[in-house]
Nanobody
Framework: QVQLVESGGGLVQAGGSLRLSCAASGRTVGSGGMGWFRQAPGKEREFVAAIIWSGVSAYYADSVKDRFTISKNNAKNTVYLQMNSLKPEDTAVYYC????????????????????WGQGTQVTVSS
């Protein structure tokens, strides 16, 4: 079982930046991919970004593309989310998930594709 721990959340002003990290431990991530989802109070959890672990393909929600960048360090079993030009509507708890699906490239945006989740990290963007 892979244990996921998010970090890097905090309070920033609109237009600022944050870099989230998600470190995996307990078992090396070797297939599928990892993704970021977020959930704001009163809203459904939504897809933010995802990346294939053994490759370089990355995917983004329309709401964050060109502002957020997902990356990974395979040797460190860590995935990152660089968040630039933050907006108040980005405020949410951000969760890291791992998917072992062989069809990850077709299911990266679906919550059921992920079998492990981190505890979440709060991101608050003030105006």
């Amino acid at each position: 079982q892979v244990q996921l721990v998010e970090s890097g959340g905090g309070l920033v002003q609109a237009g600022g930046s944050l870099r989230l990290s998600c470190a995996a431990s307990g078992r090396t991530v070797g297939s599928g991919g990892m993704g970021w989802f977020r959930q704001a109070p009163g809203k459904e959890r939504e897809f933010v970004a995802a990346i294939i672990w053994s490759g370089v393909s990355a995917y983004y929600a329309d709401s964050v593309k060109d502002r957020f960048t997902i990356s990974k360090n395979n040797a460190k079993n860590t995935v990152y989310l660089q968040m630039n030009s933050l907006k108040p509507e980005d405020t949410a708890v951000y969760y890291c998930g791992r998917s072992a699906s062989v069809n990850y490239s077709n299911n990266y945006y679906r919550q059921p594709s992920y079998d492990q989740w981190g505890q979440g990290t709060q991101v608050t963007v003030s105006s």
